[in-house]
């Protein structure tokens, strides 16, 4: 059986050491599978034109051997892969893709504003594969209607609404996240909240 082929997106600034990203993507090297954690270009001050020509070299990249292809991105990362999905070849498409704490345009984030407005619409992000977003409903990137509203709701993406769970990075305390690790491995269709007791 072909082995999962895994290409993980951080957001802006990278995903510190005690990062669920990270964490995860030593678990998924450990179970056997081929797995890309790129440093994207300048995540201080992201240019999204920079990260998309990035993006397009990991998918050629990815899709260099069988397996099944899967994207697991985070907070800006999200916006980078709903950017690019209209322009993924056929010869490039994943077959599942995880969108975890999308920022929103209201975030009032300088540094995120160039990447908006994305021009995902829901033929794009079908043509990319399935699409899951997994989000809170107080993510202080994400303020007002929140990203169930923003993204889920008009891109009709199956929708993981933990809530209480803010921007589900280390501060909010997603390190270890062994639910993500279980849907990354396609053990499981959602995504959970991170359990006290998570593996670690």
Same mark, same amino acid.
């Given at each position: ?91 490039l498409r994943v077959d599942r893709v995880v969108l975890v ?9 300088? #540094? !995120? @504003?160039?990447?908006?407005?994305? $021009? *995902?619409?829901?033929?794009? +992000?079908? /043509? ?7 989000c809170s409903d107080d993510d202080p990137y994400c303020p ?11 891109? #009709? !993406? @199956?929708?993981?609404?933990?809530? $209480? *769970?803010?921007?589900?990075? +280390?501060? /909010? ?12 491995l396609g053990q499981v269709d959602v995504v959970r909240a ?7």
């Amino acid at each position: 059986m072909s082995r999962l082929r895994a290409l993980i997106l951080h957001g802006w600034q990278g995903s510190e050491p005690d990062h669920w990203q990270s964490w995860l993507a030593g678990r998924l090297a450990d179970a056997g599978a081929h797995v890309q954690f790129p440093t994207l270009p300048d995540c201080d001050v992201p240019c999204p034109d920079r990260w998309g020509g990035a993006l397009q070299r990991e998918l050629r990249a990815l899709a260099r051997e069988e397996g099944e292809r899967v994207v697991i991105a985070h907070s800006l990362g999200c916006v980078l892969w709903l950017r690019e999905a209209a322009s993924i070849s056929a010869a490039l498409r994943v077959d599942r893709v995880v969108l975890v704490a999308p920022p929103c345009p209201g975030s009032q984030v300088p #540094e !995120l @504003a160039r990447f908006y407005p994305t $021009g *995902a619409d829901k033929a794009a +992000v079908d /043509a990319a594969g399935r699409t899951r977003l997994v989000c809170s409903d107080d993510d202080p990137y994400c303020p007002g209607r929140g990203a169930a509203e923003h993204w889920g709701r008009p891109l #009709e !993406l @199956a929708v993981d609404l933990l809530p $209480g *769970a803010g921007h589900l990075n +280390v501060e /909010a305390g997603y390190g270890p996240w062994s639910a993500m690790e279980a849907w990354a491995l396609g053990q499981v269709d959602v995504v959970r909240a991170r359990e006290s007791s998570a593996v670690r």
